[in-house]
């Protein structure tokens, strides 16, 4: 069992900058897949970014590419988004969520935080 807990979100103009984070309990987070996605309002959940255990594989959605870096520190339980350039139409809620493969559909990860609100304005 794993609990997700997001932070970071905010209002912030175009072309700032947020961290997200997110903090996980239970014993098996070091081994789990991590990923954030994201949802906008009248839109379906979709995938931002994801990250292995070892932290030696990421990836990204291609609009993202270049302006967002996950990681993720397996000592203090937490994964980050650091999310440069904001564009708005990155305004979505921002979830995170843990699994075991490194796929791109909601469907592969079992366990979801509640998401932070990530507005950006022109």
């Known amino acids: 069992q794993v609990q997700l807990v997001e932070s970071g979100g905010g209002l912030v103009q175009a072309g700032g900058s947020l961290r997200l984070s997110c903090a996980a309990s239970g014993r098996t987070f070091s081994k789990n897949v991590m990923a954030w996605f994201r949802q906008a309002p009248g839109k379906g959940r979709e995938f931002v970014s994801s990250?292995?255990?070892?932290?030696?594989?990421?990836s990204y959605r291609d609009s993202v590419k270049g302006r967002f870096t996950i990681s993720r520190d397996n000592t203090k339980n937490t994964v980050y988004l650091q999310m440069n350039s904001l564009k708005p139409e990155d305004t979505a809620v921002y979830y995170c969520a843990a699994g075991w493969s490194m796929g791109r559909a909601s469907q592969e990860y079992d366990y979801w935080g509640q998401g932070t609100q990530v507005t950006v304005s022109s």
């Open positions: 990250i292995s255990w070892s932290d030696s594989n990421t």
